[in-house]
């Protein structure tokens, strides 16, 4: 795609910069539209960067230091994440895009500098999942919760403009923060085509020159580093070679009509749910990702020859897995979803939980179909009506919807909403 020209100094933010997700694509192509743009953050993974945007001037913030001295959940920052984004010195640009997840909405900047915010979604786990990030928190997390939410609301006064990634995500961003918004979908054209090879988690060294107050914070991460989480690093080391194997498996037939999910592995995707469905069902499932889940979903399926998790692929494998599934499986709800659409490039039909983003571009009967409820039986129940009904479905009517989401398409909209 061409690169905008343009007089305007424009600067990228995005909250984290740590593993490749649909939010990290879009940074992607914001970048390669405006690659003199610096990106700033505030605290990334070098080893992922290196690969994934190797040519972009990235600038953190103070945590990154901490981030170095321990691979770490990046909510254990959450107190110190308003201070990061009002930390920026961004006086020197015109433009400002802020690719936002949670908190990089919360600059502040000069009268003269425009800020438009492509918002993913209103923070999450301060809005929407509230309740259920409340349930689990002790009352001073829920203390910080209060405070954090405070400033969201105030920070989301500040952007200039709102960009909402789907008409879900519009509604949401009217009701917590009472801001229009245009909507401007995310690109999707050729995401699977990319040579990015897959991120292996390698342990950064520790940095020099921090403060004792610093190295106190960092002691106190170090202890908060889960068993859990260093499961999943192990199983990543592997997944290499179980994507290889079980890829052959799929090329020789021994391992034909499978479902497809491709997801990072948390527990507010539901993959456990899919997992008990297909165990019910007896009917085969790979699941493509990797995350906090990993080691535990892998140890429930060790038993099952028809479920596969293979970890983190490249894209060129994952497009295989597109290519040779007989149907995608989202069992979550999604402020937009990505990988549906990916696996609709390949005329795949979808099977997803009828709720967020979704429900903008499946068409029940054309290009897939709906379960009502994040529960086994009733995901059962959606893939028996997805069965009954795959004769119906045209891989070039699916390969349309698709279409509608290209990268060209987000390009044009975005130049078209800065003027260019």
Wanted: glycine share 4%.
């Amino acid at each position: 795609m061409s690169t905008p020209s343009t007089n305007l100094k424009i600067a990228l933010v995005h909250d984290w910069i740590l593993s490749l997700g649909g939010a990290e694509r879009v940074l992607k192509v914001l970048h390669e539209m405006f690659p003199e743009a610096p990106i700033y953050t505030f605290f990334y993974n070098k080893k992922f960067t290196d690969k994934f945007l190797p040519e972009a001037k990235i600038k953190s913030s103070f945590l990154q230091k901490l981030y170095k001295l321990k691979f770490v959940n990046h909510k254990l920052f959450l107190p110190l994440l308003p201070v990061a984004a009002e930390s920026f010195d961004l006086s020197q640009y015109d433009l400002v895009i802020s690719s936002s997840i949670a908190f990089s909405k919360g600059l502040i900047l000069k009268p003269k500098t425009r800020h438009i915010c492509y918002c993913y979604s209103p923070t999450r786990f301060l809005w929407d999942w509230h309740s259920e990030y409340n349930k689990k928190q002790t009352w001073r997390s829920k203390l910080v919760q209060h405070f954090l939410r405070i400033w969201d609301r105030s920070a989301a006064d500040r952007v200039d403009e709102f960009v909402a990634i789907s008409k879900n995500v519009q509604e949401r961003i009217k009701k917590y923060y009472n801001r229009d918004s245009v909507v401007i979908y995310p690109p999707t054209e050729n995401l699977v085509a990319s040579q990015i090879q897959p991120f292996q988690y390698v342990r950064p060294a520790p940095a020099a020159g921090l403060t004792r107050a610093e190295v106190g914070v960092c002691s106190q991460l170090k202890n908060n580093y889960t068993a859990r989480n260093q499961a999943t690093l192990n199983f990543r080391a592997t997944s290499r070679a179980v994507s290889t194997t079980l890829l052959e498996n799929i090329n020789s037939s021994r391992f034909q009509n499978y479902f497809l999910i491709v997801s990072r592995l948390f527990p507010h995707k539901n993959i456990d749910i899919a997992i008990q469905a297909f165990n019910k069902l007896e009917l085969p499932l790979v699941i493509v990702g990797s995350g906090p889940e990993f080691g535990k979903l892998r140890s429930t399926v060790e038993n099952r020859s028809l479920i596969k998790l293979t970890g983190n692929v490249s894209d060129e494998d994952l497009a295989k897995y597109y290519e040779k599934c007989k149907a995608f499986i989202m069992p979550q709800e999604e402020d937009f979803g990505l990988t549906p659409l990916e696996a609709m490039q390949f005329g795949k039909p979808v099977l997803a939980l009828k709720r967020g983003g979704a429900l903008e571009y499946i068409e029940e009967s054309v290009n897939g179909e709906f379960f009502e409820d994040a529960h086994p039986a009733v995901l059962a129940d959606g893939v028996r009506r997805l069965n009954e009904n795959y004769k119906n479905y045209s891989p070039l009517v699916i390969k349309k919807t698709a279409e509608k989401f290209s990268r060209r398409r987000f390009e044009e909209e975005v130049k078209k909403l800065i003027n260019l």
